[in-house]
């Protein structure tokens, strides 16, 4: 892995729940990524996957979350 300070986009066991109703959903289990100057990368997946739930979170636009 690169220098943690080449990094432009990096993410460690990023972990958030949901909670609805009274059920706490999982919605990101264990995500890491490390997104360097120059590279790109693209997230696909189904509808619900959890796509735009790690945008927020890598944004910290979501603050109930566990890793970093």
């Known amino acids: 892995m690169g220098r943690e300070k080449d990094a432009v986009l990096r993410t460690e066991n990023l972990h958030v729940e949901y909670f609805r109703g009274k059920t706490l959903l ?3 289990r264990g995500v ?3 997104l360097k100057r ?3 990368a693209g997230i696909a997946g189904e509808s619900g ?3 735009s739930t790690f945008a927020l979170a890598a ?3 979501i ?3 566990e890793g970093r």
């Open 59 to 61: 944004m910290r636009l």
């Open 32 to 34: 890491c990524i490390n």
């Open 26 to 28: 999982p919605a990101l």
């Open 63 to 65: 603050d109930k979350n």
């Open 49 to 51: 996957c959890g796509k």
């Open 38 to 40: 120059g590279e790109c």
